[in-house]
């Protein structure tokens, strides 16, 4: 992310207009690699493209090359469009966008002939199937679930879900694809009849997908896709009437696909399997010379698609041919390569037929559910882990009060109370500890019960031990005071740190808070207030606004903690001498804020883990300051609770970092 304002909004609308001017999801002659270049142009160039913006090019891009047949490149696309919705902090808002990249993730690994993993991600997709409303969505999974079972060969239980399917799309919004995918559910279902010798049935649903289109057909740009459809349906017709032994009405059906569909640009695969059929119609009809015409075409269509099938069944009727002819030698070869073509193909088809979708998806159901308890399980162990920290640091406090009482009778008494109430709260701390729940909220709430309860002895321990340090005149036993000082103070910034942390993370109490604040007047404060440590370090903070006075609604304690943090993390990881930079800067809709130093950076592996809570991307300061992993944590929540955003970026100029963070006018 840049500091800087860019023309994010103008690419926006470019993408936009280039997306709409471009047909992706139809394999026709238009020149789409223009359009896929500047697309993937405008993908490398702007950084802060919104999440919308990314998923349409991943989408488009997707679709360019699934429809040639490059799956393995589509698949990547796929990954994106998965990648771009889950790593949003407001994934939920796209849960249609996510339930279809994973739906479009699995017809790709599907076409790859990776079912299990097809059939994972369209369990993914379903999964998503209860948070969304809209049937019209619902309908992409009960789609690919016919379409699955109808290459099974179950066909009766594929035009259930064929006929499913189109109740759910006749609800879905009149854009041209909806519409369009109407006539080729008829068509599946009339498939589906007639794999079932339901001819007649199979023939009332293609005349129906006929009407459809034509009363469709109304667009004229669109009408190139009607006619390729209407191609596929005159061919299928063909083949039921060639079923019925109608072999005139057959060729005429036949030849009227071919016609359509032979031109470039239509659909070059369904075609195909017209001339097989008008192929079949010849030789039933002992038209041979004309059979062999065709032959010859399906050999070269075969070979250019490589479909296996393709090949298979133009050796089959090759053999049936020569063997017309009188060349039985000639026809035994075509039979042997028929044969072995056969058996490749049904070993493809065994794989397929080989997993019952509904029992495959009940076993990835009760993997989800394994793997949602082991997650569960994960949390709860973190949570065991923070707790031995609080009980380490407890007893640690105890062991520094055991050494000191042995050595000062005068205070034996206060610091025994003191260490039986520390003691106490640890048997506090382990009696919640059992009675935590898996209620998050819970969790965060004892949390924050737990380090105000430590809190008081530890002031206690840091008071008395101050006291002691002044009474101690002949310095007998001031180094281990002042280490048993220094503890109680770490303590207790770790405490505090905890507390609104925990505040936050279950929401920042806004009510009655909120005021309108001039944020250069705070600045200044946290400026003053931290100069004393820039000080100790012989470092410069400079402030640098054209503002005089920049007021906006804030809750100005936590606002003021945000910029006291950021300003103490760039003296803390700075060098003796150096100079840190702090900018406001009054945008459009934000006010923009920098902190600027030429510290030691954060290495690139940390990423934007930094800004997770009780995070292990920490590192002590330049002078050794300890660091919690809690300060940006508490930062980010504060800032995201006021709907602004925070960020940092490697200051290249001189080393160091830039970390900036906005808030709306």
């Known amino acids: 992310m840049s500091c800087t304002a860019n023309t994010t909004k103008d690419n926006v609308g470019l993408i936009d207009s280039i997306i709409d001017k471009t047909s992706w999801v139809y394999n026709d002659t238009v020149n789409k690699e223009e359009a896929v270049r500047k697309l993937q142009h405008l993908l490398d160039q702007d950084k802060r493209l919104p999440l919308q913006a990314k998923y349409k090019i991943y989408h488009s891009l ?90 099974q060969g179950k066909y009766s239980d594929a035009s259930s879900y064929f006929k499913t399917t189109l109740d759910e799309v006749k609800q879905c919004s009149t854009s041209f694809s909806e519409v369009f995918r109407q006539q080729e559910l008829l068509n599946n279902i009339a498939l589906c009849c007639s794999r079932t010798d339901k001819i007649d049935s199979a023939i009332i649903y293609y005349q129906k997908a006929l009407r459809y289109i034509v009363h469709n057909d109304t667009l004229p740009e669109r009408k190139k896709y009607y006619l390729s459809a209407r191609g596929v349906v005159y061919g299928n017709i063909g083949g039921e ?8 009405k057959a060729e005429t059906f036949l030849k009227k696909s071919i016609a359509i569909n032979d031109l470039p640009g239509y659909d070059s695969v369904d075609v195909v399997t017209a001339k097989i059929k008008l192929i079949k119609v010849y030789l039933e009809t002992g038209q041979l010379a004309k059979a062999g015409i065709y032959l010859q075409i399906l050999k070269k269509d075969s070979e250019k698609l490589n479909v296996l099938d393709y090949k298979r069944t133009y050796h089959l009727l090759s053999s049936k041919h020569l063997d017309a002819l009188g060349k039985p030698k000639l026809a035994l070869h075509h039979l042997e390569r028929y044969a072995a073509l056969s058996d490749s193909l049904q070993k493809e088809t065994d794989k397929l037929k080989s997993t019952s979708v509904d029992e495959r998806f009940r076993n990835l159901s009760n993997e989800s559910e394994i793997n949602a308890l082991k997650r569960e399980a994960e949390i709860q162990q973190r949570y065991l882990y923070i707790t031995m920290v609080f009980i380490a640091m407890a007893i640690s406090i105890v062991v520094l009060i055991y050494i000191y009482l042995r050595k000062s009778k005068k205070n034996i008494r206060e610091l025994t109370n003191l260490n039986n109430e520390i003691l106490l709260q640890k048997d506090k701390l382990e009696e919640a500890l ?102 100790e370090k012989q470092q410069i903070i400079r402030f640098e606004t054209a503002e005089t006075k920049l007021e906006i609604d804030i809750y100005v304690q936590k606002i003021a903690r945000v910029i006291s943090n950021l300003i103490n993390n760039a003296i803390k990881f700075s060098q003796a001498g150096q100079e840190i930079k702090v900018v406001i800067e009054k945008q459009t809709e934000n006010v923009l804020f920098k902190i ?70």
Not at 241 to 248: A, I, P, S, W
Not at 500 to 522: P, R
């Open 434 to 535: 059992s009675k935590l729940s898996v209620s998050d909220k819970e969790k965060d709430t004892i949390l924050r019960a737990v380090a105000h309860d430590l809190r008081n002895p530890v002031v206690g321990i840091s008071s008395l031990t101050k006291l002691m340090i002044l009474d101690d005149e002949l310095g007998l036993n001031k180094d281990k005071l002042i280490l048993i000082d220094g503890a109680c103070n770490n303590a207790l910034t770790l405490i505090d740190d905890i507390i609104e942390a925990a505040e936050n993370k279950q929401g920042v109490d806004f009510e009655g808070k909120v005021t309108k604040a001039d944020v250069v007047e705070i600045v200044k404060n946290a400026i003053a207030l931290l100069s004393y440590r820039a000080d």
């Open 241 to 248: 009437m060639l079923r019925k032994k109608q072999f005139d």
């Open 62 to 151: 997707y679709f360019y090359y699934f429809y040639k047949n490059n799956y393995q490149q589509s698949l990547l696309y796929a990954d994106s469009m998965i990648y771009t919705v889950e790593h949003t902090k407001n994934a939920k808002n796209y849960i249609d966008e996510l339930a279809s990249a994973y739906y479009f993730k699995g017809d790709a690994l599907f076409r790859l002939k990776a079912y299990e993993e097809a059939y994972r991600n369209y369990f993914l997709g379903k999964k998503l199937m209860p948070v969304i409303d809209d049937k019209c969505k619902s309908s992409n999974y009960n789609y690919r679930i016919a379409m699955i079972l109808y290459k």
């Open 596 to 665: 600027i130093d030429n510290g030691i950076g954060i290495p690139k592996e940390y990423g934007n883990d930094i800004f997770q809570l009780f995070t292990s991307s920490k590192r002590f300061g330049t002078k050794g300051e300890k660091s919690y992993g809690l300060g940006l944590s508490i930062c980010k929540q504060i800032i995201d609770a006021h709907g602004g955003e925070i960020w940092y970026e490697s200051n290249n100029s001189a080393g160091g970092t830039v970390f900036c963070f906005t808030l709306p006018l």
